[in-house]
């Protein structure tokens, strides 16, 4: 099986900055986009960043500017450097990968487990 550790959450007063890490491991032949999505009460999830296998980025326009998200492909691990972190950013960070477990194997969506952040006024 494959699982997605998340790890760097936590609380930080308005302006700081957070970094996300998540580390993919178990039964993985390749990895394609990885990205960052967010959900806070009441709210639907919603798409962060995504960096896609061809290195391109996208991100919402929310955090355009103040996001980055990068890749380590030796360690499967996508990081999400987070600045000048705002209230309206609370909210649970849940990593996501496509990965295929097996050659030409079906490209499936992964899931972590989400981590908080929390940003104080």
């Known amino acids: 099986q494959v699982q997605l550790v998340e790890s760097g959450g936590g609380l930080v007063q308005a302006g700081g900055s957070l970094r996300l890490s998540c580390a993919a491991s178990?039964?993985?032949?390749?990895?394609?986009?990885m990205g960052w999505y967010r959900q806070s009460p009441g709210k639907q999830r919603e798409l962060v960043a995504v960096l896609s296998s061809g290195g391109i980025t996208n991100y919402a326009d929310a955090v355009k500017g103040r996001f980055t998200i990068s890749r380590d492909n030796a360690k499967n691990t996508v990081y999400l450097q987070m600045n000048s972190l705002e209230p309206e950013d609370t909210a649970v960070y849940y990593c996501?990968?496509?990965?295929?477990?097996?050659?030409?194997?079906?490209?499936?969506?992964?899931w972590g487990q989400g981590t908080q952040v929390t940003v104080s006024s």
């Open positions: 996501n990968a496509h990965i295929s477990t097996y050659l030409h194997g079906a490209v499936k969506p992964y």
């Open positions: 178990g039964t993985i032949f390749s990895i394609n986009a």
